[in-house]
């Protein structure tokens, strides 16, 4: 049932977004300094070259390239990757509008594939959550927590304009043992 439980996330998450769903109305858009900010532009990389440095902007923006360039494996890999990390970000972000950043970054990712793409993108979610998170697990287990800070994150949330002090992160905060919680409650390893 996990791999259920998985595979209609991950899917769910990414063809909502690709359906292109937009908002009528006049709307002003305001934005603070580093709101979704991509810090390393590095293409299409396959998951063995990533760094715990990158975060789920960066990553969105690899996984981008790699459906541009039909690498839909690597972009599936990049995805789970981006969907751990981005949980792990939302356990140590205090403000819970900031949260909305991962949803945000999918939506800006997904409106932009073709129909084509799109469908491709979701048989090869399917494909990796059968066959591919069993690896997925083990890679993220043994690369470690992110050592990145979530300003993609902190600065799209309202306490950026509120300028509250601070850094933003919860205080005090097991950095390994939320890691342990993101990939088990991500259903990407099962609890133990």
Same mark, same amino acid.
């Given at each position: 049932?996990?791999?259920?439980?998985?595979?209609?996330?991950?899917?769910?998450?990414?063809?909502?977004?690709?359906?292109?769903?937009?908002?009528?109305?006049?709307?002003?858009?305001?934005?603070?300094?580093?709101?979704?900010?991509?810090?390393?532009?590095?293409?299409?990389?396959?998951?063995?070259?990533?760094?715990?440095?990158?975060?789920?902007?960066?990553?969105?923006?690899?996984?981008?390239?790699?459906?541009?360039?039909?690498?839909?494996?690597?972009?599936?890999?990049?995805?789970?990757?981006?969907?751990?990390?981005?949980?792990?970000?939302?356990?140590?972000?205090?403000?819970?509008?900031?949260?909305?950043?991962?949803?945000?970054?999918? $939506? /800006? %990712?997904?409106?932009?594939?073709?129909?084509?793409?799109?469908?491709?993108?979701? @048989?090869?979610?399917?494909?990796?959550? #059968?066959?591919?998170?069993?690896?997925?697990?083990?890679?993220?287990?043994?690369?470690?927590?992110?050592?990145?800070?979530?300003?993609?994150?902190?600065?799209?949330?309202?306490?950026?304009?509120?300028?509250?002090?601070?850094?933003? $992160? /919860? %205080?005090?905060?097991?950095?390994?043992?939320?890691?342990?919680?993101?990939?088990? @409650?991500?259903?990407?390893?099962?609890? #133990?």
């Amino acid at each position: 049932m996990k791999v259920s439980y998985l595979a209609l996330s991950l899917l769910g998450g990414a063809m909502l977004f690709a359906s292109g769903a937009q908002a009528q109305g006049t709307i002003t858009h305001y934005q603070n300094e580093g709101n979704l900010e991509v810090t390393h532009d590095v293409g299409c990389v396959a998951r063995e070259e990533t760094k715990t440095s990158y975060t789920p902007a960066d990553l969105y923006r690899s996984i981008h390239a790699c459906i541009e360039q039909e690498r839909y494996t690597t972009a599936a890999d990049l995805y789970v990757m981006a969907f751990a990390r981005g949980y792990f970000d939302m356990l140590r972000v205090k403000d819970k509008s900031a949260h909305q950043a991962i949803s945000v970054l999918r $939506l /800006v %990712t997904f409106q932009k594939l073709s129909k084509e793409q799109s469908e491709a993108f979701g @048989k090869a979610l399917e494909a990796y959550s #059968k066959d591919g998170i069993s690896g997925a697990c083990s890679f993220l287990q043994a690369s470690g927590a992110p050592d990145y800070y979530p300003k993609y994150m902190v600065a799209h949330g309202m306490g950026g304009f509120k300028k509250e002090g601070g850094n933003g $992160l /919860v %205080t005090p905060f097991d950095t390994n043992d939320a890691w342990q919680v993101s990939l088990a @409650k991500t259903g990407i390893c099962s609890a #133990k």
